[in-house]
C-alpha cells in the first residue's frame, strides 16, 4: 500500500534512531549480565525486563504487543536461563499489562509500580521454577532479588522518562 | 495520567488489520516461546550454539573491562610494592643463604623419592592443562549458576572438561564457542561432584545448593557424622575431575548431608585452569595396589 505523502505543515516523521532507542535501551540492560562479576548467588534484578516494562507502562504505544518475542530472545542468550523463558513469560506480561490498560484506565506511578512489581515478582518465580530444580535452595534468596528489583524499579522508570525526553527533544 | 491509549483503531481496515495481526503474532509467537523451553528443558545444550554466537561478542568486551578492573586494582599495590622492594631485598638474601643447606637436603629427598617410586613402578596420571583463562561474567540475574570463560575452542577447550582455580575446584566446562566457554559452577543446583574425605577416605558426593554453598552427602554408610572443618577433595570417580583437587569444607556438624563451602571463590581477577578431562586407566590404576 503506498504511504500518504507528507504536506508542508505534518510533522517530520522520527528518525531511525529514535525509533529504535526504547529497544536498544532494553537489549543494553539485558546485557548488564555480561559485566566482569562472578557472582555467587542471583543478586541482579532482570534489568531488560525491568526496563521493557518501564517503557511499556509509561508510553504503551511504543512497543507493539509482540515487542517482547524478539527481546527476550535476546535476554535469554545472556541471561543464562533456558531459552524461550522471557519469551514467553515477556509476552504473558504483556498481555496481562493489556488486560489492565482496558480495566484500569487513569493510574498513577504507585499502580504502575504494583504492576511493574507483579510482573517481575511472576517472571522471576516462574523462571525458578522451570531452570532451577524444586530441591534448589534459592527460594530466600529469590524474594531478595524480587524486593530489590521492586525498589530499583521507580530507578529505572526514571531513566526511561529521561530518555524519553530526550528521544523526543532530538 | 491521561488514559494510557485509544484502543480502537477507528475505521481503517487498515489499522484493524494490523493491529489484530499483531496479536495473532504475539500469541504464536508466546506459543513458540513454551516450545522452545519445552526442548531447551529436555535439551539444555540445545541452542548452545546460539547462546555461543552472542557470547562471541561479550565475553571480549567483559574481558576488556575486567582487564581495566584489574589495572585499577593493581595501582595501589604496585605503589606499596616499589617502597616495600628495597627492605624485601635484603630480606630475602639473608633468607637465600638460610636456604641452601635445605635446598641440598631436598635435593637428596628428592632423588631418593625418585628411586622408590621407580621402584615401586607407580605410575602418576597427572591431570595436563589445557589452557590457563579468567572467567569473565556470570548469570548474576539467573537461579542457574554460568560463568563465561573468554577460551574456547580455538584453544582446545571441550566440553566436559573440569575447571579449577589456585585454591580449588571451581567447576566444569557445558559449552563451547569459538573464543567463549560457559563453565558450569560447582555451587549450581545441577553440579554433583564425587568427592572424598581427606582425613578417612571416606565417599560422598558434593552437590550445589544454588545460593553458594554446598551439600555434601555421604554416598557410602548412613549415620555418618560430618565435623566442621572436614576438607573434601575430588575422588577421581567418574572420570571427570582429577583426584586430590581441594572442593570445599564442612561449615556445621551435622549427620550424612552437611553444608560446606567451596575453597575457590570464582573471581574475574584470578586464573582459572582448563585441565584436561581425567580418566583413569583400568590397567594402571589397578597395578599398584599391593
Redesign the interface.
Known amino acids: ?1 503506498r504511504e500518504p505523502t507528507r504536506g508542508p505543515f505534518d510533522a517530520a516523521p522520527p528518525r531511525v534512531a529514535v525509533r529504535l532507542l526504547p529497544a536498544v535501551s532494553v537489549v543494553l540492560a539485558s ?1 548488564v ?15 531488560g525486563l525491568m526496563m521493557l516494562l518501564a517503557w511499556r507502562l509509561s508510553r ?2 511504543i512497543f ?3 515487542a ?2 524478539p527481546l ?1 530472545f ?1 535476554d535469554d ?9 522471557a ?2 513469560l515477556w ?2 506480561c ?2 496481562m499489562i493489556d488486560l489492565i ?2 480495566r484500569l ?4 506511578f504507585w499502580q504502575d509500580w504494583l504492576i511493574a512489581t507483579g510482573s517481575i515478582g511472576f517472571c522471576l518465580i516462574a ?2 521454577l ?4 524444586l ?4 527460594d ?3 524474594l531478595l ?1 524480587i524486593v530489590i528489583s521492586a525498589m530499583l524499579f521507580p530507578l529505572v522508570a526514571r531513566l526511561c522518562a529521561w530518555l524519553d525526553r530526550k528521544r523526543q527533544g532530538s | 495520567m491521561a488514559p494510557s491509549r485509544n484502543r480502537r483503531p477507528g475505521f481503517s481496515r487498515r489499522a484493524q488489520y494490523s493491529q489484530f495481526l499483531a496479536y495473532v503474532l504475539a500469541v504464536a509467537g508466546a506459543l513458540i516461546g513454551a516450545v522452545l523451553l519445552a526442548l531447551s528443558t529436555l535439551d539444555p545444550p540445545a541452542f548452545a550454539a546460539l547462546r555461543s554466537t552472542v557470547a562471541v561478542v561479550t565475553t571480549p568486551v567483559s574481558s576488556g573491562i575486567s582487564a581495566i578492573g584489574r589495572g585499577i586494582a593493581a595501582i595501589p599495590a604496585s605503589i606499596s610494592d616499589h617502597f616495600a622492594v628495597r627492605q624485601e631485598n635484603a630480606a630475602l638474601r639473608k633468607e637465600l643463604a638460610a636456604n641452601q643447606a635445605m635446598l641440598m637436603r631436598a635435593r637428596t629427598l628428592s632423588y631418593d623419592n625418585r628411586r622408590l617410586q621407580a621402584l615401586l613402578r607407580i605410575r602418576e596420571r597427572t591431570a595436563t592443562p589445557v589452557i590457563a583463562a579468567r572467567l569473565v561474567s556470570s548469570s548474576a540475574s539467573s537461579t542457574r549458576r554460568f560463568a563465561v570463560l573468554n577460551a574456547g575452542s580455538w584453544y582446545g577447550v571441550k566440553p566436559g572438561q573440569p575447571v579449577r582455580g589456585p585454591d580449588g575446584l571451581i567447576g566444569r566446562v557445558l559449552e563451547t564457542g569459538p573464543n567463549t566457554a560457559r563453565v558450569l559452577l560447582l555451587s549450581d543446583p545441577e553440579s554433583i561432584v564425587p568427592v572424598r574425605r581427606t582425613r578417612d577416605g571416606l565417599p560422598a558426593l558434593a552437590a550445589g545448593r544454588g545460593d553458594g554453598l554446598l551439600d555434601i552427602r555421604s554416598a557410602s554408610l548412613a549415620n555418618v557424622g560430618f565435623e566442621p572443618g572436614d576438607v573434601f577433595v575430588t575422588s577421581g570417580i567418574g572420570g571427570i575431575y582429577a583426584p586430590n583437587i581441594p572442593v570445599a569444607r564442612v561449615l556445621k556438624r551435622a549427620r550424612d548431608t552437611a553444608l560446606a563451602r567451596t575453597f575457590a571463590q570464582p573471581d574475574t581477577l584470578d586464573f582459572a585452569l582448563v585441565q584436561q578431562v581425567f580418566m583413569p586407566d583400568v590397567a594402571t590404576a589397578a597395578a599398584p595396589a599391593p
Not at chain 1, 77 to 85: D, I, M, Y
Not at chain 1, 105 to 108: K, L, M, P, T
Not at chain 1, 135 to 138: D, F, L, R, S
Open positions: 500500500m546485557l549480565t555480561t559485566w566482569p562479576f562472578i557472582a555467587s548467588f542471583p543478586f541482579l534484578p532482570p534489568l504503551a504505544d507493539a504487543i509482540w517482547p518475542l527476550g535476546f542468550l545472556v541471561s543464562g536461563q533456558p531459552l524461550g523463558n519469551m514467553l509476552t504473558l504483556f498481555f490498560d482496558q484506565v487513569f493510574r498513577d523462571g525458578r522451570i531452570a532451577a530444580p530441591g534448589a535452595h534459592v530466600t534468596v529469590l532479588q
